[in-house]
């Protein structure tokens, strides 16, 4: 039961993003989930955009990891210690999480066991409650998919370490299929691509800025250009570069037959009722990579079905979560009044992070 005047939350979890939703208040954060640590101490030094900041860019006694690296949680303690960090700056100097209701989603990779541990490390800190939800239900919901209802709807959320592909209905996942390849395994691509082609290293930011500025997943679209900056692998020395959008578009080929690949899988694998089903209601696109300029209009080409982008992709697994917690009549209503406000002003820093 939920008391009245009770704090909850809805955790995004992300091996990219963490997004915390609070109930009343809507997104009251949204931080890469990144930590800084002094090697020789383990003194942590930063989290969140801050430690994003240093990476490429810290001397050798700094380490810096994602510690939800490839969708599952690589480093427990960092996670922790990350998410503890995450909930003093939206608490402020209040207790932590004293008599509040948790529900936080967590990579779909992760163990039971894992799981387990991720709602003790929240009541731990004082949680009344703490529950792990599957990522893709959490999603739909976000993304406004009526999932109780007994008809299929397909999620596909991408990511920034794991593209997971889920068939939902009646509440639950039907099928699903998860691809260890999403946001970052383009940016690493963009890297290889660069170095391969004009001899010079990039560091996994300027890979991401180039993916978000001039990626694309039309052969149609407008042609941009980007310069770039690197340092050159023979003379060892800093050189600029100016991609195009047409080589980007050439360099995310690969990752998005896997994508196609794995949606075919995932119908494949489920009933024929439900596979129709999808086919009538569409494919709804949400995590960062739903950014990606005409990835719905190339799934759409390549699979047939329709596909429709989630409106806040970036979002919408915090707004599910937070949907999760409260009854059905009410929970639109509450979450969609509180959040669109926080996560339109796209140069308010607190509230999209570095996503801008
Ligand atoms: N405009 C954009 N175009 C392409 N990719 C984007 C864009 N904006 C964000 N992304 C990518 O989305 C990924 C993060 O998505 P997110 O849903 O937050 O991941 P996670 O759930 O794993 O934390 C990153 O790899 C980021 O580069
Ligand atoms: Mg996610």
Known sequence: ???????????????????????????????????????????????GAEAQAMIGRAPAH????????????????????????????????????????????????????????????????????????????????????????????????????????????LGGIVASHTVPRAGMSIDRDIMDYVKRQYNLEIGERTAEHVKMTIGTASATAAAK???????????????????????????????????????????????PELAGDVVENGIMLCGGGALLEGLDERIRAETGVPVHTAEQPLACTALGTGMMMTGKESRRSDIWSAAPNNLEKPDDEEAVGSHK
């Open 1 to 47: 039961m939920l008391k009245r005047f009770e704090t909850v939350y809805g955790i995004d979890l992300g091996t990219s993003n963490t997004v915390i939703y609070q109930r009343g208040k809507g997104i009251v954060l949204n931080e890469p989930s990144v930590v800084a640590m002094h090697q020789g101490s383990g003194q942590l030094l930063a989290v």
């Open 62 to 169: 700094v380490e810096i990891t994602y510690p939800l690296r490839n969708g599952v949680i690589a480093n427990f303690e960092m996670t922790s210690t990350m998410l503890q960090q995450f909930i003093r700056k939206v608490q402020g100097r209040k207790s932590l999480l004293r008599g509040s209701q948790v529900y936080i989603s967590v990579p779909c990779g992760i163990t039971n066991v894992q799981k387990r541990a991720v709602e003790e490390t929240v009541v731990h800190k004082g949680a009344r409650k703490a529950v792990a939800v599957e990522e893709p239900l959490a999603a739909a919901l976000g993304a406004g998919l009526p999932i109780e209802e007994p008809a299929g709807y397909l999620v596909l959320d991408i990511g920034g370490g794991t593209c997971q592909v889920a068939v939902l209905s």
């Open 225 to 271: 250009t980007l310069d770039i900056r690197g340092r050159d692998v023979v003379e060892g020395l800093p050189r600029s570069i100016r991609l195009t959008s047409g080589e980007i578009y050439t360099v995310v080929e690969d990752f998005l037959s896997t994508v196609v690949d794995a949606i075919r899988a995932t119908l494949e694998r489920c009933p």
